[in-house]
């Protein structure tokens, strides 16, 4: 791994992990982590868009499904190369789900793993390029898709999937990605396809 935990990150992981826990976030946060339920509402929404707005919409969509893609992409391999290891494997008391039950690691729990995929978060990463490519790619939604990241990223900390800085790293891929595929579509696509 390239650098060890900050203490502020420790602390917040810690904060959201350990003490911020409810038995409603039990179920909400595996649910907003789960991307079946990601792609079944994306399914919808194209569903609905397209009743609404007609099938050329479904070019949007594949805009949005391509910037994510290379977001993953490019997300994991950078989890690749720098290691880290996910808290549910480093870190004594913390509380993580496996096979759908919630358990919480003894307090004399010794890390065994040497390499992770804690950082950046995909999840993360994949959800601000879809809410930066849902804004503008439709302008109506208004900032509204910010929730999204902004809830998941809160989910991979209570499920202790990743740190703060993994999230925010992954954010900060989601930008970049979702950014360069905005201006590709803007300025040489969306011309060449009629949608100006």
């Known amino acids: 791994m390239l650098f060890q935990t900050p203490s502020l990150d420790l602390d917040l992981f ?3 992990n350990t003490q ?15 991307k079946y339920l990601m792609l ?21 969509f594949l805009v949005l499904l391509v910037g994510m893609g290379l977001t993953d992409l490019s997300a994991n391999f950078v989890k690749k190369q720098v290691q880290r290891v996910r808290p549910l494997n480093a870190l004594a008391g913390v509380h993580y789900q496996e096979d759908g039950q919630w358990r919480q690691r003894p307090a004399d729990f010794v890390q065994t793993k040497e390499n992770g995929t804690s950082y950046p978060s995909s999840h993360a ?13 439709w302008p109506g939604l208004k900032k509204w898709p910010l929730l999204l990241p902004l809830a998941v990223g809160y989910s991979r900390l209570y499920l202790a999937k990743h740190y703060p800085t993994d999230v925010l790293a992954g954010w900060a891929f989601g930008l970049i990605t979702g950014t360069l595929v905005w201006l590709v579509w803007k300025h040489w696509a969306a011309r ?3 949608f100006e």
């Open 14 to 16: 810690l904060l959201v």
């Open 20 to 34: 911020l826990r409810c038995a409603f976030f039990d179920v909400l946060m595996p649910a907003l982590s789960s």
């Open 40 to 60: 079944g509402l994306l399914g919808i929404a194209a569903i609905l868009t397209v009743l609404r707005k007609g099938k050329r919409q479904l070019i949007l």
């Open 125 to 137: 990463a994949n959800t601000m390029c879809l809410a930066l490519l849902a804004m503008t790619l």
């Open 192 to 194: 060449r396809l009629g």
